[in-house]
């Protein structure tokens, strides 16, 4: 596994932390860390509401990436409750789909941090409408 991930897992591992809100939110089970075009790491948490107005962390470390006025994603990792396993969600890949028309399906996802398993956004988001 090269440094660059090694960096993203510790970014999001520094950001994780399951925190009560308020009776109706919570925040930081899941976090992610994007690594844009430039090289920069982005991260966010998920946010989880009663009322489904919550976000996922992956579109969460997106708009953090957006705000910082970068809009080309690299590489992106999640840490769930299972430590670093998973694909995002289809919400989220949308979300990727949608910013990169032409070029999503190079992003690296990372699948399993434990195991170094990595698959392209185009591998798991294929023929999407977009293209």
Known sequence: M???WIDMYEAAKAVRG???ISDYVTAGEVSAAILSKSGKIYTGVC???CSTLG?????NAIF????NGEYEIARVLCISPNEG???PCGACR???VQLMPGKYKDIEIMINYKTDRVMKLGELTPEWWID
């Open 18 to 20: 399951h925190k009560v």
């Open 47 to 49: 946010i989880d509401t």
């Open 85 to 87: 396993k998973g694909a």
């Open 55 to 59: 976000i996922c962390a992956e579109r």
């Open 2 to 4: 090269d440094q660059t």
């Open 64 to 67: 953090n990436m957006i705000t």
């Open 94 to 96: 949308e979300l990727m």
